[in-house]
């Protein structure tokens, strides 16, 4: 069984079924499995808790028995695989099929073969599954599509128009680049960018500092670019502040 889903697995659990805080439960089930990419189960839990609403809707519209009857074992499995399918392009659907069974043949015995038929029909059905109407109830759908708490949704239209909540909404699920501030005594800054480019990841210069850098991939810092120190994560904020001091990075 893959280490990585099954430490993202029991800190799920953890945070459904007893109510933990997700960064105690995440830093806890890390510390006590040691999986091999930390940033793969901390990408696939933040992935599954800030997405819940829209892949609930999902597993309601393809359990018979609607999603009230699941227990939290298979619920948690069940997200986890078809946040693998739509939100980590890292992960192959067969993959994200494969290792959620094997989770579920550990977790919730005589399941599987449920966890197994939901998914697949989910894989061929994922770009085709409707929303609630927009027309009929507009707060849930964009509840729905964005996964936003529906109070939430209210609260901006009473303020805001509906295409500019909307676009709020989108605009929060976006997945920022992780801004890092390369190590001028180790590297020079064209050859870090090349360096990052070759190993797949999308490299942009920093907005307001010279030495940084904002980087879009995952596993940024688990690679040997950042063991060997070449840069340190740093929002351009933070670098401002020595920079304005003239301290000598």
């Not at 959620?100 to 599954?129: H, M, P, T, W």
């Amino acid at each position: 069984m893959d280490k990585n889903r099954k430490t993202a697995y029991l800190a799920l659990l953890d945070v459904h079924a007893r109510k933990a805080y997700s960064n105690f439960a995440l830093n806890h089930k890390i510390t006590m499995n040691k999986p091999n990419s930390p940033a793969f189960v901390r990408e696939l839990v933040y992935g599954v808790l800030e997405n819940k609403l829209t892949l609930d809707y999902y597993i309601d519209e393809l359990v018979d028995e609607g999603i009230e009857s699941l227990k939290p074992a298979e619920l948690t499995i069940l997200r986890m695989g078809m946040y693998q399918m739509t939100g980590m392009d890292s992960v192959p659907e067969y993959a994200a099929v494969s290792e959620s069974v094997d989770l579920a043949k550990k977790y919730c015995k005589g399941r599987a073969g449920l966890v197994n038929g939901v998914l697949r029909e989910f894989q061929k059905r994922k770009g085709n599954i409707e929303l609630p109407s927009k027309e009929e109830n507009l707060i849930k759908h964009l509840s729905i599509k964005y996964s936003y708490e529906p109070w939430i949704i209210e609260l901006w239209l009473k303020y805001y128009d509906e295409p500019f909540v909307e676009e709020l909404l989108a605009a929060g699920n976006t997945k920022p680049p992780l801004t890092i501030r390369m190590n001028w005594l180790k590297v020079r800054k064209e050859d870090l960018r090349k360096a990052l480019e070759d190993r797949g990841y999308e490299v942009e210069d920093g907005i307001m500092c010279q030495n940084a850098l904002n980087v879009k991939g995952s596993g940024l810092l688990e690679s040997e670019l950042y063991r060997h120190g070449l840069f340190t994560p740093q929002d351009e904020s933070s670098m401002l502040v020595s920079e304005k001091l003239g301290v000598k990075q």
